[in-house]
């Protein structure tokens, strides 16, 4: 039974229908299925999927990108109450916009995949400092800063990821918390991230997620 109940809920992803998707959920507690088969059966299968999916394809749709993270971090939320014992989280992550920079939807759908694939995400928003970030990111043991720019100039300001790379070092936390960076400006200049002081980036804000993942297990192996 719980296969049928995979495949409407992927489908229900696929077709980016929140209610439908909400509605399997439903049943399946219903059928005795628990939260922890829910997230852990339903949910990162399915933001899984829709990572290699969008391997394969590089130009699928934003707007299925942002319904699949927003679905599966609304979902997630909901099951979290109902385990039996608090999860245990993979790590945390920072995330902000960087300085200058108001854009939000590629950092949303980042952080909907996190929170499906239990990561906790601590979000400062947009227009964000590097003093912000690193002294959040300080403040709340994350093992990974991720900033989002979606301009030139924002993504290479020298108030942006340079300066932050800047202030790790001269903390001497450069061992304890990583970079990512994401937006339109690294797709066009894949070595961007490099010259900006990151760690690693990604193509797009499902794939994100996975790269974050991958840099918090280098923290916490």
Excluded at 58 to 76: C, E, G, K, R, S
Excluded at 99 to 124: A, E, Q
Excluded at 141 to 159: D, L, P
Aim: proline share 3%; with cysteine; charged share 25%.
């Amino acid at each position: 039974m719980l296969e049928a109940y995979i495949q409407a809920y992927n489908d229900a992803v696929f077709e980016t229908d929140k209610q439908t998707a909400l509605n399997v959920v439903n049943r399946a507690l219903q059928d005795g299925f628990s939260a922890e088969d829910i997230v852990f059966k339903l949910v990162i299968p399915a933001v899984e999927q829709m990572m290699a999916f969008i391997e394969q394809d590089p130009d699928a749709n934003l707007a299925q990108h942002f319904m699949t993270a927003q679905i599966a971090a609304d979902v997630t939320e909901k099951m979290l109450e109902k385990f039996s014992k608090p999860p245990e989280m993979i790590g945390r992550v920072v995330i902000g916009a960087a300085y200058g920079d108001l854009h939000s939807l590629g950092k949303r759908i980042v952080s909907g995949c996190l929170k499906s694939l239990m990561v906790d995400v601590v979000d400062l928003g947009s227009n964000v400092s590097a003093e912000r970030f690193v002294d959040a990111a300080v403040a709340e043991q994350a093992q990974v800063i991720a900033i989002s720019a979606m301009m030139v100039h924002t993504a290479i300001g020298e108030n942006g990821s340079l300066k932050v790379r800047a202030l790790l070092k001269e903390r001497g936390l450069e061992g304890r918390i990583k970079l990512a960076v994401g937006g339109a400006p690294y797709r066009f200049d894949p070595e961007l991230y490099l010259k900006v002081g990151a760690d690693a980036w990604a193509a797009d804000g499902v794939n994100a997620a996975k790269t974050i993942v991958e840099l918090i297990r280098e923290v916490k192996p």
